[in-house]
């Protein structure tokens, strides 16, 4: 997974001198459906309309440790990802922690773990055994999305589509015989068209996590991660996860 420009005021408001430490966070991310979205349906939206179950532990994370938070839903990846880095206060999620990455944040999570699944149609009889079995299909895959450069680097005849609501389409049509999604984002974007759809092979897995500035108080990364444990060992943040996933 990869994610308007960040208004002046917001810019402002955050590069306060002195060495008072920030108290206060704003949190981007990018559309993606069931863990980050708006509640009508744009690709652009600010606080109570940004919607999802990684905005919910989020919520829940910063409201338990007592810092303010405003969210941006962005239309793009990219912005929102560089926002977070080059701006003192912000934070991304979800976002994956790659050695590239490590040292240009500081890192709250994982937020959650996802499978890398292929999925098909619920009455095909294909069956996949290892990657190299997917060689002989038509593969659809989001096309900004790590899952597909995994199977591009293993050399899987990859078809990207702009999303993955039009994988699902390309699936009902016939256009791909196979769908690379994850566990969590496929299921419940093929329900939302009425597709009924079942996992065949799961070649790998990978955790999720907040990217805030660099220049966050590590104390306050500290208070984050000890709060984001608590709600993982309640059981708190699969219950999030379940309320978008009744399928």
Excluded: C
């Amino acid at each position: 997974m990869k994610f308007r420009r960040i208004p002046f005021l917001f810019l402002l408001l955050f590069s306060l001198t002195g060495n008072a430490q920030t108290t206060s966070f704003h949190l981007v991310t990018e559309n993606f459906p069931p863990l980050n979205m708006t509640n009508n349906g744009t690709s652009y939206a600010r606080n109570d309309r940004v919607s999802g179950f990684a905005t919910d532990i989020m919520r829940k994370l910063f409201a338990s440790t007592g810092y303010d938070v405003d969210f941006t839903l962005m239309s793009d990846w990219d912005e929102a990802y560089n926002s977070a880095r080059d701006t003192s206060g912000f934070g991304v999620y979800s976002t994956f922690r790659t050695p590239e990455r490590e040292e240009s944040f500081q890192w709250v999570g994982p937020l959650y773990e996802e499978d890398w699944v292929i999925l098909a149609p619920q009455d095909s009889e294909v069956t996949i055994n290892s990657l190299d079995d997917l060689k002989q299909f038509q593969v659809g895959s989001y096309e900004f999305d790590a899952i597909t450069d995994h199977l591009i680097e293993n050399k899987i005849n990859v078809v990207p589509a702009k999303s993955d609501a039009v994988n699902v389409v390309k699936l009902k049509l016939g256009k791909i015989e196979l769908w690379a999604s994850s566990s969590l984002t496929g299921p419940y974007t093929a329900s939302n068209f009425n597709m009924p759809v079942k996992p065949i092979h799961t070649f790998s897995e990978s955790s999720l996590w907040l990217a805030m500035h660099k220049g966050t108080d590590p104390t306050i990364v500290s208070q984050l991660n000890n709060e984001l444990k608590k709600m993982h060992q309640s059981g708190e943040i699969q219950q999030m996860i379940n309320s978008y996933n009744q399928l």
